[in-house]
Every structure is written in structure tokens, then in C-alpha cells.
């Protein structure tokens, strides 16, 4: 949210041109995407950069959705989505990046996660990471146990810490952290956005023939990631690494 009054569809697409502004992207490179998600950042990278986009996802749904977006986007020769798991691609990229997917990794395929992304990259390539975060402090404690999160909305989850993905990188991969910004903030007033729309449209909501108990359900994990981000306990990061060859000028903040 670059201002007071921005909307959540323009703080979407700020995210989206900041991690394109963090990337150096141009129209010369070749990305790749683990994560397609509903194929947002794609269609707006190709729209904006005019760079060359593949982006992966493991769902149906979103592979489904992404593609018929990216051809009303008009971006279908620049962006090309696949029905793959990151594990399956091939290829060397200039840059690599992923919003919000290692958290479904898993904490045993953390290794495997930054290993695989690191071997997609050419010598001189970066990678942008997005993800939420665990205190360092309690991702022990995290990982073993299932908490509300993991038990009524993504089992099988786990989200990582600071330190678990450093420990990973240096054992699996040769990528260096070159950049990280806390964007904590900027997701307690997401989900607190999320929340307010959500019952602005219960009405639809219940239209779709959810029950009560699904409605209270979604209502506490929004508060709960709410909470989670306004105290702290969860944050949210983007992570800028680079592989060995890369000298991409050092990003510093505007300073008033």
C-alpha cells in the first residue's frame, strides 16, 4: 500500500512492480514463475516489462483460470503456463520468481525447493522470493506441531523462518541473499481488507449454500493471520538472492 487510501487492487500491482523493479526486469529476460497463482504478476510482468514469462502451478483450477486471464490479457505469446511440478522443469532463466508457494513446500523439501530454483538459473540470474514467515524463535516448535492453520486450511503447510530457508540455501544451493524487505505491515491491512469484503458480500457468500460453520471458519482465519501479522508473530518477507556471476548494483532506500 503505497498510500492511506490505496486500493487493494493498487497495492496488488505495486507488489508486482516491485518485485520486477527488485529483478532489474527487461524485455530481454527470460523468467520463470513457481506458482502461477491466479496468473496475476505473469500477465502483469509481460504487459509492463515485456520480458518472457513460464509459469508452473500443481492446480487445475488456477492452470484453468491463469491461461483463459493471459489470453484476454492479450500476453499469450509471451506467457506460457504449465500443469508441472517446480521439481519437473528444465531449462536456464534469467530470473526466478515465487510469491507465497514455499509455503506449501513443506519444512522436509526446503532443501529440494531452493536446490531446484538454484539449477533453473543461469550463473549471473536472481530470484525474488515472497513468503510469510515464523519467528526464527518458534520454528522448531512450528513444524512439529499442527495448529489451526494446518488442520482447517492448508494442511500440510508449514510456514518457514528466516533462518530454516538460510540453513537451506547454503546446504542445497549457491544462491546468496542479497536483498530482504519486511512488508509485514502492508498484510495485517490485507487481510483486514480481505475480512471487511468478505462480509460486505456475505450475502453472496451464503448464496453459494456455505454453511455457517464455514462462514465462522474463514471469519477466524482472517482475524487469525490478522492478529498474526499486526503482533508479530507472522511476517511477511520479500527475499532477493543471486547466483554467483550476478553484480547487480546494491538497491538502497530513498532516504527524506
Known amino acids: 500500500f ?6 487493494l487492487k493498487e497495492a496488488s500491482l505495486a507488489k508486482y512492480n516491485r518485485i520486477c523493479q527488485k529483478l532489474d526486469l527487461s524485455s530481454q529476460d527470460q523468467v520463470v514463475e513457481i506458482g502461477s497463482g491466479w496468473g496475476g504478476f505473469a500477465i502483469y510482468a509481460a504487459q509492463k516489462y515485456g520480458c518472457r514469462i513460464t509459469t508452473t502451478t500443481i492446480s487445475p483450477a488456477q492452470y484453468d483460470l491463469a491461461r483463459e486471464r493471459i489470453d484476454k490479457a492479450g500476453v499469450a505469446q509471451k506467457v506460457e503456463v504449465l500443469l508441472e511440478d517446480y521439481r519437473d522443469l528444465r531449462g536456464k532463466y534469467d530470473k526466478l520468481v515465487s510469491i507465497e508457494m514455499i509455503e506449501a513446500v513443506g519444512h522436509q523439501y526446503f532443501n529440494t525447493f531452493f536446490r531446484s ?14 513468503t ?6 518458534v520454528f522448531d516448535r512450528h513444524k512439529r506441531n499442527v495448529d489451526f492453520i494446518k488442520r482447517y486450511i492448508f ?9 530454516a530457508m538460510s540453513r537451506s540455501i547454503a546446504r542445497a544451493s549457491d544462491l546468496k541473499l542479497f536483498h530482504l524487505e519486511d512488508i509485514t505491515p502492508h498484510y495485517a491491512r490485507t487481510l483486514r481488507t480481505w475480512r471487511e ?11 453459494l449454500g456455505l454453511p455457517e460453520t464455514f462462514i ?21 518477507v520479500q527475499m532477493l538472492f543471486t547466483k554467483p556471476l550476478c553484480r547487480r548494483p546494491p538497491i538502497l532506500p530513498t532516504l527524506t
Open 2 to 7: 503505497e498510500r492511506e487510501d490505496s486500493t
Open 216 to 236: 465462522r471458519m474463514w471469519d477466524y482465519y482472517l482475524s487469525y493471520c490478522e492478529a498474526g501479522f499486526a503482533e508479530r508473530y507472522l511476517g511477511d
Open 117 to 130: 530454483c538454484s539449477k533453473l538459473l543461469k550463473e549471473n540470474g536472481m530470484m525474488l522470493l515472497q
Open 132 to 137: 510469510i514467515t515464523m519467528t526464527d524463535q
Open 155 to 163: 494442511p500440510g503447510s508449514c510456514i518457514p523462518s528466516i533462518a
Open 197 to 207: 469484503r468478505f462480509f460486505v458480500n456475505i450475502d453472496k457468500v451464503r448464496d
